[in-house]
């Protein structure tokens, strides 16, 4: 019989999510209409009707709102990329594509005029690497390193744009500092966070992953830290 915790996913993150849940022996839900304990949230900011006595990622939002968490990263002085909003724009690129020659990317939403949320970031060139730590408390728990596949994108190296990640023990230990600096600023519980060095030596954290995608062995690490501290 599974007891009164709750691992709150969404439909983006339902996979994770409902990994997590089974290995810890919890409920699994993209709502919550009863009160549940403790209320760990995987990538979901919905309302909750309750109190729990614990809530895992409970300023999730902070993370989720991308243009908020670069906002939180420049007030605290973690190392990111610059931003601008949608008012400084003389131009709109569509999704995915990229201005070279002023280095802003865009997210066009709604076609030809920008919306309310809209926003462009810097694009860095000269990433010579990039790491994804995963954080749980003060503690840095596994770090992987992005390898592009053959058909790679050169600038978003996500898995779904041909990148895959391969664990690396060996990395610079600097890093270290700023991923849990990142997870803390913003107030959260865990993330994974997505983290390079330039061919200067100039570290960047691009950001935090709420609801990363784990494997089976990074699952089981990850529901035994959650163990821990809700009993």
């Known amino acids: 019989m599974k007891n009164k915790n709750v691992v709150l996913y ?16 919890w409920h699994g839900s993209y709502h919550i209409k009863e009160k549940f304990d403790v209320v760990l949230r995987w990538g ?35 190392p990111t990329v610059k931003f601008w909003d949608h008012s400084s724009f003389r131009f709109v690129i569509r999704s995915n594509r990229y201005d070279g020659d002023k280095r802003k990317f865009k997210i066009c939403k709604n076609g030809i005029r920008p919306c309310q949320n809209e926003y462009a970031i810097e694009y860095i060139p000269d990433i010579e ?40 023990d060996r990395y610079p230990v600097e890093l270290d500092y700023h991923a849990l600096r990142a997870v803390s600023v913003l107030g959260l519980d865990f993330g994974a966070v997505d983290i390079g060095i330039t061919s200067g030596g100039q ?3 691009f950001e935090v992953n709420s609801a990363p ?14 163990r821990k501290i809700t009993g």
């Open 203 to 205: 570290i960047i954290v």
């Open 10 to 25: 969404s439909f983006i993150s339902d996979g994770t999510g409902k990994l997590i849940a089974d290995e810890l022996g």
């Open 129 to 168: 690497i990039e790491y994804r730590l995963h954080v749980f408390g003060d503690e840095v728990w596994w770090a992987d390193v992005k390898i592009p596949g053959k058909c790679a994108h050169r600038i978003i190296r996500w898995n779904s744009y041909g990148w895959y990640f391969k664990k690396e």
């Open 44 to 78: 979901n900011s919905s309302a909750i009707n309750c109190t729990p006595k614990i809530e895992l990622n409970k300023n999730i939002k902070n993370c989720i709102d991308k243009k908020l968490m670069l906002q939180i990263f420049h007030q605290n002085n973690i």
């Open 213 to 226: 995608r784990l494997s089976e062995e990074k699952v089981v690490i990850f529901a035994e830290k959650v």
